[in-house]
Protein backbone atom coordinates (compact mmCIF):
# COMPACT_ATOMS: atom_id res chain seq x y z
CA UNK A 1 0.00 0.00 0.00
CA UNK A 2 1.58 3.49 -0.92
CA UNK A 3 2.25 5.91 1.65
CA UNK A 4 0.27 9.03 2.10
CA UNK A 5 1.88 12.06 1.10
CA UNK A 6 1.86 13.74 4.59
CA UNK A 7 2.51 16.80 2.75
CA UNK A 8 -0.06 17.06 0.71
CA UNK A 9 -2.50 17.28 3.80
CA UNK A 10 -4.52 20.13 4.30
CA UNK A 11 -4.06 21.42 7.62
CA UNK A 12 -7.33 23.31 9.20
CA UNK A 13 -6.43 26.48 11.03
CA UNK A 14 -6.69 26.20 14.45
CA UNK A 15 -8.92 28.32 16.93
CA UNK A 16 -6.84 30.80 19.12
CA UNK A 17 -6.71 29.72 22.51
CA UNK A 18 -7.81 32.13 25.35
CA UNK A 19 -6.66 31.68 28.46
CA UNK A 20 -9.34 32.22 31.60
CA UNK A 21 -8.08 33.40 34.80
CA UNK A 22 -10.20 32.28 38.11
CA UNK A 23 -12.63 34.73 39.67
CA UNK A 24 -10.68 36.95 42.38
CA UNK A 25 -7.30 37.25 40.40
CA UNK A 26 -5.35 40.44 39.59
CA UNK A 27 -7.05 42.00 36.74
CA UNK A 28 -3.76 43.92 35.95
CA UNK A 29 -5.72 47.65 35.16
CA UNK A 30 -7.86 45.63 32.67
CA UNK A 31 -11.57 44.76 32.64
CA UNK A 32 -12.68 41.33 34.07
CA UNK A 33 -12.46 39.37 31.27
CA UNK A 34 -15.60 36.56 32.17
CA UNK A 35 -18.13 36.29 34.68
CA UNK A 36 -19.35 33.05 35.87
CA UNK A 37 -22.54 31.65 36.83
CA UNK A 38 -23.94 31.00 40.14
CA UNK A 39 -23.62 27.23 39.39
CA UNK A 40 -19.87 27.07 40.23
CA UNK A 41 -20.52 27.71 43.78
CA UNK A 42 -18.66 24.97 45.98
CA UNK A 43 -20.60 21.63 46.23
CA UNK A 44 -22.73 22.44 42.97
CA UNK A 45 -22.07 21.21 39.33
CA UNK A 46 -20.41 23.62 36.88
CA UNK A 47 -22.58 26.32 35.47
CA UNK A 48 -21.44 27.71 32.22
CA UNK A 49 -18.41 30.19 31.86
CA UNK A 50 -18.47 33.05 29.52
CA UNK A 51 -16.04 34.90 28.03
CA UNK A 52 -16.60 38.25 27.30
CA UNK A 53 -14.69 39.31 24.36
CA UNK A 54 -14.14 43.56 23.62
CA UNK A 55 -14.83 44.43 20.05
CA UNK A 56 -15.51 47.63 18.67
CA UNK A 57 -19.63 47.30 18.39
CA UNK A 58 -19.83 46.11 22.09
CA UNK A 59 -18.95 43.32 24.35
CA UNK A 60 -20.14 40.25 22.56
CA UNK A 61 -20.20 37.01 24.74
CA UNK A 62 -19.17 33.79 23.88
CA UNK A 63 -19.91 30.64 25.46
CA UNK A 64 -16.91 28.06 25.65
CA UNK A 65 -18.40 25.57 27.96
CA UNK A 66 -19.62 23.57 24.66
CA UNK A 67 -17.07 20.97 23.32
CA UNK A 68 -15.12 22.87 20.49
CA UNK A 69 -15.63 21.38 17.38
CA UNK A 70 -12.82 20.88 15.10
CA UNK A 71 -12.46 22.87 11.97
CA UNK A 72 -12.06 20.89 9.47
CA UNK A 73 -11.82 21.61 5.28
CA UNK A 74 -15.37 19.66 5.06
CA UNK A 75 -16.56 22.42 7.46
CA UNK A 76 -14.93 25.17 6.21
CA UNK A 77 -16.32 24.34 2.40
CA UNK A 78 -19.72 23.55 3.77
CA UNK A 79 -22.98 25.44 2.44
CA UNK A 80 -24.16 28.88 3.85
CA UNK A 81 -27.44 28.11 5.29
CA UNK A 82 -30.45 29.61 3.90
CA UNK A 83 -30.96 33.58 4.75
CA UNK A 84 -34.11 32.62 6.77
CA UNK A 85 -32.43 30.50 9.39
CA UNK A 86 -29.56 32.81 9.79
CA UNK A 87 -32.11 35.75 10.20
CA UNK A 88 -34.01 33.19 13.03
CA UNK A 89 -30.64 32.89 14.36
CA UNK A 90 -29.45 36.38 14.58
CA UNK A 91 -32.77 37.18 15.84
CA UNK A 92 -32.56 34.77 19.10
CA UNK A 93 -29.08 36.15 19.19
CA UNK A 94 -29.95 39.32 19.58
CA UNK A 95 -32.92 38.48 22.13
CA UNK A 96 -29.92 36.45 24.04
CA UNK A 97 -27.57 39.58 24.10
CA UNK A 98 -30.53 42.01 25.78
CA UNK A 99 -31.29 39.43 28.46
CA UNK A 100 -27.51 39.54 29.37
CA UNK A 101 -27.13 42.98 29.08
CA UNK A 102 -30.15 43.37 31.59
CA UNK A 103 -28.81 40.54 33.76
CA UNK A 104 -25.17 42.57 33.41
CA UNK A 105 -27.24 46.27 34.17
CA UNK A 106 -28.49 44.14 37.27
CA UNK A 107 -25.13 43.12 38.57
CA UNK A 108 -23.92 47.01 37.85
CA UNK A 109 -26.22 48.06 39.86
CA UNK A 110 -25.40 45.72 42.91
CA UNK A 111 -22.09 46.72 42.68
CA UNK A 112 -22.79 50.17 42.62
CA UNK A 113 -25.07 49.46 46.33
CA UNK A 114 -21.77 47.82 47.41
CA UNK A 115 -19.57 50.30 46.22
CA UNK A 116 -21.52 52.82 48.39
CA UNK A 117 -21.47 50.70 51.31
CA UNK A 118 -18.23 50.01 51.06
CA UNK A 119 -17.00 53.66 50.81
CA UNK A 120 -19.42 54.54 53.82
CA UNK A 121 -17.79 51.50 56.14
CA UNK A 122 -14.12 53.15 54.93
CA UNK A 123 -15.73 56.79 56.07
CA UNK A 124 -16.64 55.07 59.20
CA UNK A 125 -12.77 53.54 59.83
CA UNK A 126 -11.72 57.12 58.80
CA UNK A 127 -13.56 58.92 61.24
CA UNK A 128 -13.16 56.44 64.21
CA UNK A 129 -8.98 56.55 63.92
CA UNK A 130 -9.14 60.08 64.01
CA UNK A 131 -11.04 60.31 67.16
CA UNK A 132 -9.15 57.07 68.65
CA UNK A 133 -5.52 57.38 67.62
CA UNK A 134 -2.91 54.75 68.66
CA UNK A 135 -3.96 51.89 70.89
CA UNK A 136 -1.65 51.80 73.65
CA UNK A 137 -2.71 48.16 75.60
CA UNK A 138 -6.34 48.38 74.41
CA UNK A 139 -6.74 51.48 76.40
CA UNK A 140 -7.43 54.32 73.16
CA UNK A 141 -5.84 57.30 74.14
CA UNK A 142 -5.81 60.32 71.42
CA UNK A 143 -3.00 61.18 69.83
CA UNK A 144 -1.99 65.02 71.27
CA UNK A 145 1.24 66.87 72.26
CA UNK A 146 -0.11 69.14 74.76
CA UNK A 147 1.82 72.51 77.01
CA UNK A 148 4.40 71.36 79.37
CA UNK A 149 2.95 73.61 82.17
CA UNK A 150 2.40 72.57 85.43
CA UNK A 151 -1.06 71.50 86.10
CA UNK A 152 -1.21 70.11 82.59
CA UNK A 153 -1.45 66.89 81.02
CA UNK A 154 1.65 65.92 79.30
CA UNK A 155 0.86 63.28 76.36
CA UNK A 156 3.80 62.93 74.06
CA UNK A 157 5.59 60.37 71.36
CA UNK A 158 9.53 60.21 71.97
CA UNK A 159 11.69 58.65 69.21
CA UNK A 160 14.92 56.99 70.48
CA UNK A 161 17.58 58.32 68.55
CA UNK A 162 20.64 56.35 69.42
CA UNK A 163 21.38 54.70 72.22
CA UNK A 164 20.99 56.97 75.21
CA UNK A 165 19.57 60.15 73.66
CA UNK A 166 15.50 60.33 73.20
CA UNK A 167 13.93 63.61 71.87
CA UNK A 168 10.07 64.58 71.36
CA UNK A 169 9.03 64.75 67.82
CA UNK A 170 6.48 68.12 66.58
CA UNK A 171 2.85 67.32 66.79
CA UNK A 172 1.77 66.06 63.80
CA UNK A 173 -0.38 63.27 62.61
CA UNK A 174 1.78 62.47 60.21
CA UNK A 175 3.93 59.88 62.53
CA UNK A 176 1.54 56.85 61.73
CA UNK A 177 4.48 54.38 61.78
CA UNK A 178 6.19 53.94 65.44
CA UNK A 179 9.29 52.20 65.09
CA UNK A 180 10.64 49.75 67.41
CA UNK A 181 12.67 51.61 70.48
CA UNK A 182 10.08 54.74 70.47
CA UNK A 183 8.43 55.72 73.69
CA UNK A 184 5.13 56.91 74.70
CA UNK A 185 4.84 58.96 77.39
CA UNK A 186 1.81 59.97 79.29
CA UNK A 187 1.83 62.50 82.71
CA UNK A 188 -0.63 63.97 84.88
CA UNK A 189 1.22 66.51 86.18
CA UNK A 190 -1.65 68.04 88.52
CA UNK A 191 -1.27 64.64 90.83
CA UNK A 192 1.09 64.42 93.75
CA UNK A 193 2.85 62.60 93.47
CA UNK A 194 3.02 63.23 89.19
CA UNK A 195 1.15 60.06 87.57
CA UNK A 196 3.37 59.06 84.84
CA UNK A 197 3.39 55.83 82.45
CA UNK A 198 5.84 54.83 79.70
CA UNK A 199 4.96 53.02 77.08
CA UNK A 200 7.93 50.97 74.57
CA UNK A 201 7.17 50.36 71.21
CA UNK A 202 8.50 47.03 70.94
CA UNK A 203 7.65 43.59 68.72
CA UNK A 204 6.39 40.63 70.65
CA UNK A 205 7.10 37.16 70.69
CA UNK A 206 3.97 36.62 68.44
CA UNK A 207 5.49 38.50 66.10
CA UNK A 208 3.03 41.71 66.75
CA UNK A 209 3.85 45.09 67.40
CA UNK A 210 2.71 47.09 70.35
CA UNK A 211 3.05 49.61 73.16
CA UNK A 212 4.46 48.18 76.09
CA UNK A 213 4.41 49.42 79.63
CA UNK A 214 7.37 49.63 81.11
CA UNK A 215 7.46 50.93 84.71
CA UNK A 216 10.58 53.87 85.73
CA UNK A 217 13.72 52.72 85.83
CA UNK A 218 13.21 50.14 82.82
CA UNK A 219 16.52 47.98 82.48
CA UNK A 220 18.18 47.99 78.71
CA UNK A 221 20.54 44.94 78.51
CA UNK A 222 23.23 47.28 78.51
CA UNK A 223 22.84 48.71 81.69
CA UNK A 224 20.91 51.92 81.12
CA UNK A 225 17.46 52.58 82.67
CA UNK A 226 14.78 54.70 81.62
CA UNK A 227 14.06 57.08 83.80
CA UNK A 228 11.90 60.85 84.00
CA UNK A 229 14.14 64.00 83.69
CA UNK A 230 13.50 66.12 86.55
CA UNK A 231 12.22 70.00 85.69
CA UNK A 232 11.80 69.05 81.87
CA UNK A 233 9.34 65.72 82.61
CA UNK A 234 10.49 64.09 80.24
CA UNK A 235 12.13 60.65 79.40
CA UNK A 236 15.60 59.65 79.16
CA UNK A 237 17.95 56.95 79.20
CA UNK A 238 20.45 57.44 82.20
CA UNK A 239 23.21 55.00 83.91
CA UNK A 240 21.86 53.75 87.29
CA UNK A 241 23.53 56.17 89.42
CA UNK A 242 22.10 58.65 87.63
CA UNK A 243 18.51 56.51 87.91
CA UNK A 244 18.40 56.98 91.49
CA UNK A 245 19.74 60.55 91.57
CA UNK A 246 16.90 61.59 89.51
CA UNK A 247 14.07 59.32 91.75
CA UNK A 248 15.34 61.06 94.93
CA UNK A 249 14.89 64.26 93.26
CA UNK A 250 11.37 63.36 92.24
CA UNK A 251 10.78 61.87 96.08
CA UNK A 252 11.69 65.26 97.34
CA UNK A 253 9.64 67.89 95.19
CA UNK A 254 6.31 64.78 96.31
CA UNK A 255 7.00 65.30 99.49
CA UNK A 256 7.36 69.32 99.55
CA UNK A 257 4.22 69.44 97.47
CA UNK A 258 2.38 66.65 99.69
CA UNK A 259 -0.07 67.91 102.49
CA UNK A 260 1.44 68.10 105.87
CA UNK A 261 -0.92 65.26 106.98
CA UNK A 262 0.70 62.86 109.67
CA UNK A 263 -0.08 59.51 109.64
CA UNK A 264 1.21 56.17 110.38
CA UNK A 265 1.38 52.74 108.03
CA UNK A 266 0.56 49.31 110.60
CA UNK A 267 1.94 46.40 109.11
CA UNK A 268 0.92 42.75 110.15
CA UNK A 269 2.72 39.50 109.88
CA UNK A 270 1.00 36.33 109.62
Given at each position: ?84 SSAQEDDASIKDDD ?41 LIPWNTKTRTKGKI ?117
Amino acid sequence: MPKKDMRARSVAPRATTRTITPVGSPSFEKDPMFVESSGNAPGKGKGRVQLRAASPAGPRVVDVSAPRARLTQSALSSPPSSPLSSAQEDDASIKDDDDRTEEDDDRTGEDDDRTDEDEAGIKDDEDSTDEDGMEVDSVLIPWNTKTRTKGKILTAWFYTQGPDRIVAPPASKSLETPQIGDIFFHSVTSQIPSGRQLFLRIKGVDGRLGWWPVDKGYRRGDGYMLSVTPKTNEPSWVKEPQYHSNLRAEQKNAAASAPRTQFRLSFYSS
